[in-house]
């Protein structure tokens, strides 16, 4: 995230952090896309958000003085310069369909994709916050009419990406001066519920067409719009065991659709604080506990789950009942209900501490070995296809997974291969398959497919 605290409050304040430089100093980024192309990470993963946290105490105070999502860039800035320092690593960030336009939003993400020479990707998103719509004077739409509207936007977005330039639309033919072939670039009429345009696609395609498409709601509403059309599903919570009935559920919906549903790949955040031994890696635990903002996670779990934990006791244990507004994560709602050894009673005291390092997600500390053992089991449990990996320090966090954890994974055959190339969408699915999958519903707007244009923009 393009902020001094995602999901690891007040660590700004430990010297050896630099989240503070992130909007100040493009070699921040620059320097940690080089890290993490040494280390054959797959993709840099920005999320984003409109609003601020404001549900704890009714204000946004805590979450202002605490850096807790706050201030917040944009996380499409500084892509390509990433992307000009690199050649393996893909970026990956997120937009919200409740704000945009998805004319405007296929041009940007056509560049990116460009520039990237097809290592994007695009994390849907509806959000979910009052002060999010108050900022952009929008009225704020309820969950799962959210979820509507975005399968609206997404399929409007199909036809400017897949239906609009045939494959030989780009001539650049200088002897005849035709540069694009007017007669084979379609002008796309959606005419939808919610979105109207009449337009071509105003660039010719990019090297995957579309973006390789992310999706993170768990919801009942979140898992369809997920398995119809995300390629990677990120998830959270604190248990394996909380993530395995939601896993079976999206993999279940996408073979409904007609998907495979392995082709659907899963996600789950995790923070590891890793050392070269068990002694080390408790240390950094130590550390990260000496800066970490209790106010910050309490700011950031209240504004999530609609729950103002200020008015609880604090060792009171909060349910789902607790929740009586719309605007919310609804999946950490329900992650509420869960009873677990492996999960502490859900009261603002433990909240407070467990989420000021790592979010919602959990953070094993360890040797390379220890945090290894901890994510074979989550993937063993869950049906996990791989990680979503928070940071508590950066570089510090980003410099372990890359020098104590990957060489680990790699060891147990659980890595891919070193100096793996190619588009965000190959790196996943296999050489050669740098476009949509023919079982994904994005690929009947394909140009060749795609001739109607239905009244009611489906």
Known sequence: MFTVGH???????NPKDASATKRRDLSYWTNLAKLLEEGDINALFLADTFGQHDVYKGSAEACMRSGAQYPMGDPAIPVTAMASVTKNLG?????STSYEAPYTVAKRFSTLDHLTQGRFGWNIVTSWKKSASKAVGLPYVDHDQRYEIADEFVRSLYKLWEGSWADDALAEDAENEI?????RIRTIHH???KFKFDAPHILDPSPQR???LFQAGTSPAGIAFGAAHAEGVFVSALSPHILAPRVKA???????????????????????IIGRTTEEAKQKYQDALKYASTEGGLSFFSGN?????????????????????????HSLVASLNYKGDDVPVWTPRNIGKIISIGGNGPVPVGS??????????????????GFNIGYVLTPGSFEDLVHLLIPELRKRGRYAPLGESGTMRERIYGKGQSKLRDDHPGSRYKYDNYEAEPTNGQ
Do not use: C
């Not at 540069?179 to 007669?183: A, L, P, T």
């Open 7 to 13: 999901l690891s409050f007040g660590q700004w304040r």
């Open 91 to 95: 970026f990956a960030i997120t937009t």
């Open 179 to 183: 540069y694009s072939d007017f007669n």
């Open 191 to 193: 005419h939808g519920n």
């Open 210 to 212: 579309t973006p390789f």
């Open 250 to 272: 999206i993999r279940a919906k996408a073979a409904e659709f007609g998907r495979d549903p392995k082709s659907v790949k899963i996600f789950a955040i995790m923070t590891p």
């Open 305 to 329: 789950s609609g729950i103002d934990l200020s008015k609880h006791d604090l060792d009171t244990e909060i349910s789902p009942s607790d929740s009586t507004i719309d605007a919310k994560v």
């Open 368 to 385: 390379p070995e220890e945090v290894a053992d901890v994510l074979e089991e989550w993937i063993d449990v869950a049906d996990l296809d």
